[in-house]
């Protein structure tokens, strides 16, 4: 039985006011009589822009389309043929997609296309339809959902309302900026874009910054790290005799794990001891040189409070509405990507054309494979007491605004689902299943753990007039 001297809770409180969440832990788990606990299941919803290079038609393959007097593009985002899923042939035929690069997870992905926008499109209204599915109000861009985003719905579901983690990667200013996640009534939640403040927040050091400054400034030089504020309570953890080995390697990997970003963030950001000013000049986390970067600490942020339960769900937004990132592709600095998208330098059809401009396209769709590959990799080194791993407890989509890029369309978005949501989805599948987006989110929250009253799970997340699951997904 856990001895009242240390309860049965999953956070450290140290100097100034700092709170570390802690991972799940077998000397945690509740001992009561009767049935377990639901397992809880962790979200994570990643927004690219821009479209892919899929071609204007689903299906896959050479389409027929000609887009601004150019040669028909070619599908290099799929694996070319549709059902299972298949490591050895994402690996092999298909190593040259963008979606290969996801190829160790074969099995736990689902890649589902054929999606529309119901109620909003373009740049505008595009991230709102990927996280809401729900009608709008407003005028175009700045058209609002009349409801809440899936992060918010899964949280006030599962979480009691615990607010979800919502961050943002890249420059704001830009036509539209935040527009994924939304609270009750379509309210609109503002994703912070720097990584160390997001991190502050998660770990008490906003407040160690007002009431204990001089620890604050030694945190931010990094001559103290935020374990050090917490050494207290966790030596006196680490002291229990009923923590078992597993429960010592969790631990030791969640501590790393802070270390490591405190780390990473000061490599990128360079000292944080002035962050108000820092903040002031939009500091060097928008550079195009630090986006990458900036998006993996995201990324890791996610994985983190996933770990020690401090979110359950996550809303990642990877550059603007019309993101206008310049992408390091192949080791070359490359235009900016909308005009890119475009296939010429402008933000329409006006501009001269962009040379290699599907191959610089295709470039930057790996490296957002790449980001959602990192979440994977960090979700699934955390293991937790009942087996299996965070990544299994998981349910995490990669999306997108548009469809393709020059058609800037929203009749065939790209959902990339990873993990089965304890068990509920049927991974390792290819899938043409078109419909409204907000089919796709119900599914994710059932796959979450959401339940009607009847205990049956959610069928008309969003849009209460297109009901329904997509029942070719689920296990």
């Known amino acids: 039985m856990i001895s009242k001297t240390f309860p049965r809770r999953r956070f450290l409180r140290g100097l100034g006011g700092v709170v570390v969440g802690l991972p799940a832990l077998d000397v945690f788990q509740s001992r009561a009589r009767g049935a377990a606990a639901p397992a809880k299941i962790y979200s994570a919803l990643m927004l690219q822009q821009n479209g892919l290079v899929q071609g204007p038609h689903m299906g896959g393959g050479v389409v027929t389309a000609v887009v601004n007097g150019a040669p028909p593009?070619?599908?290099?985002?799929?694996?070319?043929?549709?059902?299972?899923?298949?490591?050895?042939?994402?690996?092999?035929?298909?190593?040259d997609q963008a979606t290969s690069i996801l190829k160790d997870y074969a099995s736990k992905l689902i890649f589902l296309r054929g999606t529309?926008?119901?109620?909003?499109?373009?740049?505008?209204?595009?991230?709102?339809?990927?996280?809401?599915g729900a009608p709008v109000t407003g005028v175009y861009p700045r058209q609002l959902p009349v409801s809440e985003s899936i992060d918010v719905?899964?949280?006030?579901?599962?979480?009691?309302?615990?607010?979800?983690?919502?961050?943002?990667?890249?420059?704001?200013g830009e036509f539209r900026d935040d527009s994924l996640s939304f609270g009750l009534k379509g309210v609109l939640r503002v994703g912070d874009?720097?990584?160390?403040?997001?991190?502050?927040?998660?770990?008490?050091?906003?407040?160690?910054?007002?009431?204990?400054?001089?620890?604050?400034?030694?945190?931010?030089?990094?001559?103290?790290?935020?374990?050090?504020?917490?050494?207290?309570?966790?030596?006196?953890?680490?002291?229990r005799p009923e923590l078992s080995q597993a429960d010592r390697q969790r631990l030791d990997l969640h501590m790393s794990s802070i270390r490591d970003m405190e780390m990473n963030m000061t490599n990128v950001l360079g000292p944080m001891i002035d962050v108000a000013g820092l903040m002031a000049i939009n500091?060097?986390?928008?550079?195009?040189?630090?986006?990458?970067?900036?998006?993996?600490?995201?990324?890791?942020?996610?994985?983190?409070?996933?770990?020690?339960?401090?979110a359950r769900t996550a809303t990642l937004q990877v550059g603007s509405c019309n993101d206008h990132t310049r992408y390091t592709v192949n080791g070359v600095l490359a235009p900016a990507y909308h005009p890119v998208s475009h296939r010429n330098n402008s933000d329409g059809q006006g501009g001269t054309v962009i040379q290699n401009s599907v191959q610089l396209h295709h470039g930057i769709d790996q490296i957002h494979a790449r980001h959602f590959q990192r979440l994977l990799d960090r979700l699934s080194a955390y293991t937790l007491p009942q087996g299996g791993t965070l990544f299994d407890s998981?349910?995490?989509?990669?999306?997108?605004?548009?469809?393709?890029?020059?058609?800037?369309?929203?009749?065939?978005?790209?959902?990339?689902?990873?993990?089965?949501?304890?068990?509920?989805?049927?991974?390792?599948?290819?899938?043409?299943?078109?419909?409204?987006?907000?089919r796709v989110l119900t599914?994710?929250?059932?796959?979450?753990?959401?339940?009607k009253p009847d205990g049956s799970p959610v069928d008309n997340f969003g849009d209460p007039s297109a009901p329904g699951l997509i029942t070719e997904i689920i296990a």
Not at 74 to 92: E, I, N, Y
Not at 404 to 420: E, K, L, R
Not at 443 to 451: E, H, K, L, P, V
């Open 116 to 132: 529309s926008f119901k109620y909003s499109q373009l740049h505008g209204g595009g991230a709102v339809a990927a996280s809401t």
């Open 153 to 172: 719905f899964i949280s006030n579901k599962m979480a009691n309302g615990q607010e979800p983690l919502t961050l943002y990667a890249g420059r704001k």
């Open 443 to 451: 599914t994710i929250a059932s796959a979450a753990g959401c339940r």
């Open 73 to 95: 593009e070619t599908d290099m985002f799929w694996p070319r043929a549709m059902g299972p899923l298949s490591a050895a042939t994402m690996a092999g035929a298909d190593a």
């Open 283 to 310: 500091g060097v986390h928008t550079l195009d040189a630090n986006i990458e970067k900036a998006t993996q600490m995201q990324i890791d942020l996610i994985a983190f409070a996933f770990a020690s339960d401090r």
């Open 193 to 239: 874009n720097n990584p160390w403040t997001a991190y502050q927040r998660t770990v008490g050091l906003t407040g160690t910054m007002q009431t204990d400054p001089a620890t604050y400034q030694k945190v931010a030089a990094q001559r103290l790290s935020v374990n050090d504020l917490i050494r207290g309570e966790l030596n006196d953890l680490l002291a």
């Open 394 to 438: 998981s349910v995490n989509i990669w999306t997108n605004s548009l469809d393709d890029g020059p058609t800037h369309g929203s009749t065939n978005v790209p959902y990339v689902i990873a993990g089965s949501g304890g068990g509920f989805l049927k991974t390792g599948q290819h899938v043409l299943s078109p419909g409204p987006s907000n």
